[in-house]
């Protein structure tokens, strides 16, 4: 008897087809939650379009990873547990996505690759244990469980996602978490097609087409070469134009604060993490206080506006100070209240965005590079980031041109613009 099937149309990759584990993994609640999680955070803010979900990649990252695996001539086996963990990969998402991971790791000292894990192993904390439940004659297996009827271990999963070399196969790792992945494959496409920023646009099929392995590891072919470079490319200015674009971090920064000047931060943190975008923005709304008005300004575009920055070439000589903010979030938000009283304003009035700090300098050329990407030519595999160590220095420059940057109320911006970096002076 066939296996029953289904298929989900998507405007990136097309029909996606599921059947067996993944067509009874979709209706699980954990993952139906994804519906609910934005993938590009609070992107679309700035990008109108930009509403795709969590579980859209997720359904894009299985259709690519089953794609590879074809490719590159996998067993079944193989096949199946690659795509399924490609699937589930996202599971322990904040909400918003990538914008409060750092919440994330403050309140529970956990990535939500951490979280992920624990949810496909059936260790899943009561906040994400309530999706599902009060509902008649609705009793779904636990993920482990599902994968067990479809003969895939969920211990096997979980190690795919956690580890970067699994035993002797490096290219079931590289399919994941490589510099050019399934992950990264189907998230620079969707991004581009959504917020209709063309910088995103890839060859995708060229890629899937050279791609091949040799010794274990996953290799392009030398005619793939100029997909590749597009690929890096496009990797590169999808994080400066798009994840760091300076509206967009913005309010990103607005919601991470709005979380955390919740009384009880960050204990009363922890289950909020676990919620969907609407539910978190209902929530901290009917919280009141700061946390309540920063929300509602979110809710209708009323932003911070940005008033001083530190350029990325003076970071070297505050790297101590700067580390210290970063690492403590809780003087990151003392050094907030501070300069909002120097500015003659309110706690909560002044946010200070890290995110341009770390990395500092290129990676050493002739260090490791876990992330390399090999390129078959002739005879010879080489690896593109040490044989040519510009594209490993496109890879790790920092996202923005400035390293901190000062968000105030608009009513603060012209004070604190007029003081600029003296404002910072302090802390560094």
């Known amino acids: 008897m066939p296996s029953r099937r289904k298929y989900i149309y998507d405007p990136v990759h097309g029909s996606i087809s599921l059947v067996g584990a993944s067509l009874e993994l979709v209706s699980h609640p954990l993952v139906q939650r994804l519906w609910g999680i934005r993938q590009t955070g609070m992107a679309h803010l700035v990008f109108p379009g930009a509403g795709h979900s969590r579980l859209e990649h997720s359904l894009g990252v299985l259709w690519v990873a089953r794609a590879m695996a074809h490719n590159l001539g996998l067993s079944p086996e193989e096949t199946l547990a690659v795509e399924?963990?490609?699937?589930?990969?996202?599971?322990?998402?904040?909400?918003?996505?990538?914008?409060?991971?750092?919440?994330?790791?403050?309140?529970?000292?956990?990535?939500?690759?951490?979280?992920?894990?624990?949810?496909?192993?059936?260790?899943?904390?009561?906040?994400?244990?309530?999706?599902g439940r009060?509902?008649?004659?609705?009793?779904?297996?636990?993920?482990?469980?599902?994968?067990a009827r479809h003969g895939v271990d969920a211990k096997e999963v979980?190690?795919?996602?956690?580890?970067?070399?699994?035993?002797?196969?490096?290219?079931?790792?590289?399919?994941?978490?490589?510099?050019?992945?399934?992950?990264?494959?189907?998230y620079l496409q969707r991004d581009a097609h959504?917020?209709?920023?063309?910088?995103?646009?890839?060859?995708?099929?060229?890629?899937?087409?050279?791609?091949?392995?040799?010794?274990?590891?996953?290799?392009?072919?030398?005619?793939?070469?100029?997909?590749?470079?597009?690929?890096?490319?496009?990797?590169?200015?999808?994080?400066?134009?798009?994840?760091?674009?300076?509206?967009?971090?913005?309010?990103?920064?607005?919601?991470?604060?709005?979380?955390?000047?919740?009384?009880?931060y960050p204990e009363r943190g922890a289950p909020l993490l676990a919620l969907t975008d609407a539910e978190l923005l209902g929530k901290l709304e009917s919280e009141g206080g700061r946390a309540a008005e920063i929300t509602r300004r979110l809710q209708v575009r009323?932003?911070?506006?940005?008033?001083?920055?530190?350029?990325?070439?003076?970071?070297p000589a505050a790297r101590k100070g700067l580390l210290r903010l970063l690492r403590a979030p809780a003087q990151r938000r003392y050094a907030e209240d501070a300069l909002a009283e120097q500015l003659g304003g309110e706690p909560g009035d002044v946010l200070l965005d890290l995110a341009g700090i770390e990395p500092i300098h290129p990676p050493d050329p002739t260090g490791p590079l876990p992330d390399g990407v090999r390129i078959r030519e002739g005879t010879r595999v080489q690896d593109l980031l040490r044989s040519h160590p510009v594209w490993a220095t496109l890879l790790s420059r920092p996202p923005t041109p400035w390293a901190v940057a000062v968000y105030t109320l608009p009513k603060l911006r012209e004070e604190a613009e007029r003081r600029g970096l003296r404002l910072l002076e302090r802390y560094l």
């Open 194 to 264: 959504y917020t209709g920023v063309a910088h995103g646009a890839i060859d995708a099929n060229r890629l899937l087409e050279t791609m091949g392995r040799d010794r274990g590891h996953v290799v392009f072919a030398e005619k793939g070469r100029a997909a590749v470079e597009g690929f890096l490319v496009a990797r590169s200015l999808m994080y400066a134009s798009v994840y760091y674009n300076k509206t967009v971090r913005i309010a990103e920064v607005m919601l991470q604060s709005a979380l955390e000047r919740l009384p009880g």
């Open 302 to 315: 009323q932003l911070f506006k940005r008033a001083a920055t530190l350029p990325q070439e003076e970071v």
């Open 134 to 147: 009060g509902i008649r004659d609705f009793h779904p297996r636990s993920i482990p469980d599902v994968l």
């Open 84 to 131: 399924l963990a490609g699937f589930l990969h996202d599971l322990g998402h904040t909400p918003f996505s990538h914008t409060l991971e750092g919440a994330l790791w403050e309140c529970q000292r956990q990535t939500h690759e951490d979280v992920t894990q624990r949810l496909i192993l059936g260790d899943v904390p009561e906040a994400f244990g309530r999706y």
């Open 158 to 186: 979980a190690r795919l996602l956690r580890s970067r070399r699994p035993h002797n196969r490096p290219y079931l790792a590289e399919m994941l978490h490589g510099s050019i992945d399934a992950d990264r494959l189907d």
